[in-house]
DNA sequence: GCACTTTTGTCGAGCATTGGCATAAGTTGC
DNA sequence: GCAACTTATGCCAATGCTCGACAAAAGTGC
């Protein structure tokens, strides 16, 4: 059973005629055409009409049929939830957002993530069962394979609660949960630089956060704590830190750390949000602090560059869209501190997702999660849809 | 075609039955049987006696033949070289080891080691088309798709030359080129620690470096550099490095700067050698400059396991092997400064593998090449060893 | 030596895959 | 507008991998 190899070489979404298919996958034309029925039959590809004639009968094309099936992607924050019904092209049907603290603890929250999601459903006219997969990122440490936290610092009463468990139950369908950081750089690498396998993606907020991945696949490391950034220690500093240390980055750059800042040198702001407001309005000072916090991340992230080797950084979060000296911190000490080799062809860029990389990457990983051949091919083999008819024997 | 999915199961080097390999594929026994029988005809496979009777007939027992095939594996240092013929299980069989100076240039060293390589085949009484691959760690940047050393510092000559196609053209099987430190980390984590899917070996030396193992692949990055932790910066350091910046840990923790440290302490010594015979003799002053090292390194390693996540840290390098004050130092500042969570199951443990996981490294790239389920499969359509029929039409 | 157990080799049936061929559906030239 | 040509498609018999069954082989235990 080998009509899983066809779907994969769809999944790019570009559309293929069955000669095309047969000769990227090796297999025969009419093995092809044999496949291409069956996905067609269970809904995930359909004829997209024909290609342009190249002197004879055109062939027909076919393509991934993105509305097939659904997923759901949803993003946990600190402050606020947000709930996105998605195609299989990844692309966002209709989402809810809600101002929720996590705090609430986690039954208060999946509680609602849940009744968003039948609510989307609904309201889009599809059924429950269409739904696929639904993927999910939390504000914290998270072992993916069994999808629970792990001591997360924020997310009082959610250590080792069965996450994926507990949604899988209520919305009937499987749960991938992994950390937001993660998912924002799997969401950005996959709908922003796909050709591009090692990437790193650096989240300056109230914390600061990374995800790693490298030959195109997410970096979770042994218990799922891979890329925390935060509590690096940044050369020159002693500043005390949360967490017991002295000298993290959180406790340098992240945004209560450039409100202190701030603080010193005279510009009244409490919070992370002032300082943004204050950087768009284009004040000195903020900048001035902007910039400051941007070399300490530079000094730390100079070393991912040597490390981990990335052809791209993106520089996101609420911080990060907040102010150009960020970036040109960031810029400034990576290109300095950092080997040749390794900057050579390294990019530097801001989130392309306005925002959204952490929806997206859920969706990501619940559509890639859904697609992939093991759960494609027992799909075909046994449809969910139609209620199986029970077997005597 | 799924001969190579059997041939899988028995790579571990365990022997097993045909109903255990069925059970363990999911193929049908009689399947298994034909399966065998034509790894048995390329040799790979070989009956290796019966199990115990449980009762009735008892199961004659299948394994890997080591024997079957040989590979070279070779290990080029600064200024030596070694050569290493080894089985597919492997086991060393013979090596060769010269004094050379890998400034002398890529046609010489190769040179040597092509030789070397035929002599060692010959003495062993095998033909040359016997050896399937050959693998081949550098001490510098490598490019491994190409096969290419990428801006070498103490290689000379060597930026870009085709070490791959050089050595394929004369000794005429896939050669696969990586960093010196990838293949140590590679060698380590398969012989010593098969269990173990995120494994970070540092090599302390003249140098320092790191391979990583994540999710039980070799990380390379987007140009082979990554695990370059020579010229991270160490907090609280301004020393000067050759790489023109300061503060890097190369130029606090490595052979040289130990040794300069010990000069301050008004200690004669001028090279890495004589750092590792005085802390074999147990000087305190030596004792102390590594424990200094130690905690440097550990500093930079912090960072790494917050970062990466591995489950083991393995200390190689002259010096690691020298004294146990460089390992205590690190142990001491990983376990302080990195996140409880990464550090809980962490293990800092010294190389298994009494210096020569480079060689070991070499040969497992080498073999894991042969042996890939495409190479396999390819060889089984047609056998690269019996000289093919010409066929006519 | 006999009954029993378990593996092995062989063989026919089943199913995916293939390549060939007639047919369908376009284009090009007159 | 029609004939000649080109290319894709659907259908089918042949092939080859896989499976399950069965009889023979090779042990154990009494």
Redo the contacts with the bound molecule.
Sequence with gaps: ???SEIFDLLRDGRAR???ELARES??????????IDTLMGVGYVAPVG??A????????LFALNPSARVVVGVDVGATHVIVELADLSGDGIAASRAELDVAEGPEAVLGWVAGAARALVAQQGRELDEVVAVGIGLPGPVEHATGRPISPPIMPGWHRFDVAGWLRERLGCPVLVDNDVNIMALGEQRTAWPETADLVLVKVATGIGAGIISGGRLQRGARGTAGDLGHVRVPGSTAPCRCGNEGCLEAVAAGPAIAARLRELGVDVASTGEVVELAAQGSPEAAQALRAAGRDIGEVLAMVVNLVNPSVIIVAGRLAGAAKELHAGISEVVYRRSLPLATEHLQIAASATKGDAGVRGAVVLAIEHALSPDVLDAELVAPGRPPQPVVMR
Excluded at 26 to 35: I, K, T, W
Excluded at 53 to 60: D, K, Y
């Design positions: 059973m080998r009509t005629t069955r000669s090796g297999l025969a034309r009419s093995s092809v055409a044999m496949h024909d290609a004639s190249t002197g004879g009968r055109p062939a027909s």
